[in-house]
């Protein structure tokens, strides 16, 4: 059943004039739009009192949950508009049905996958002026719930609330592609064997923070993790998962483990991939493999993919004073093309024969 938003608009919206300024340069997740989805659950009443509201800071006892035990999870997902105006949303479902599974992970109340998609589109449908339509930009939308009781004993919270904000985005990388270099990770781990790796949760970022700090001292721009109970298997970047293109013809990507994020770019790479006729594997890749397909010059490209910025190549890895690959490495034919589907698919240039694109208006 559809719950009714209830739209309590702002007094005091930015102006056109103020919005055009700020869509003509989006940055990423410094800005947000004047509203903000938000739904209140308890065990009584469940989900409830649904609403619109103007953006601005939450109320909190400061006992509430999530300010101790960390009881938060989130999404992250993308509004589209294209040259007819129309606004599409990619794949919100998948987002919605991995915010349960995550949600379940932290023992955090269930909301419905109807309930989520209709949360961004109500927002989205009112923040509609504020979507960018520069090349490759977009309306990034969170997504995010956290334990509200006041309460300090050990056991999941009884109340939660869930909220959507909005931030125009702009093209990551400023149109141009660049190769980024990524450092591998052998003293700090995102996530372990039955954590907490497999969901989308706040904790698992405040992890990252360290290990992401040093990377960016030694020159690189992200991380990549290995599971060192398992041979050093690659995992992923901190927030993006990660590609190998083999032989030229192969699309290889660390098998989800229990401790790696199920991306929605992932699996649409994956789609997409067989769809082109590529071979795809889904399996354990060591990092001693990735230094041999790279020493026997079989390994073609190297690419990371998520939303924020759908993919990415990869020019280089770092193992200590090893380089793995060529930093300034051109993108490679099987991830521009990937990227071009990918991109085109998101903004309606090409069709959509998935049923990836929800439109909200
Ligand atoms: C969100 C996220 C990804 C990418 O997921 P998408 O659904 O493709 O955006 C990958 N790894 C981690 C750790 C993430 O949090």
Redo the contacts with the bound molecule.
Sequence with gaps: MPITFERKLTSTPTSPERRAEILAKPAFGSVFTDHMAVIDYTEEKGWHNARIEPYGPLSLDPAAAVLHYGQEIFE?LKAYKNEDGVVGLFRPEANAERMRRSADRLVMADLPVETFVQAVKELVDVESDWIPTGDGESLYLRPFMIATEAFLGIRPSKSYTFCVIASPAGNYFGGELRPVKIWVEREYARAGRGGTGSA?CGG?YASSLKPQILAAQRGCDQVVYLDPLNDNAIE?L????VFLVVDGDTVVTPALSGSI?E????SSVLTLAREKGLKVEERTVTLDEWKRLSAEGRLSEVFA???AAVITPIGAIYDGDEVIGDPEAPTGPVTSDLRTTLLGLQTGVVEDTHGWVTRVK
């Design positions: 992250g989308k698992n992923e901190g927030g993006m998962n994020l991306g929605v770019t992932r993919c998520g939303t």
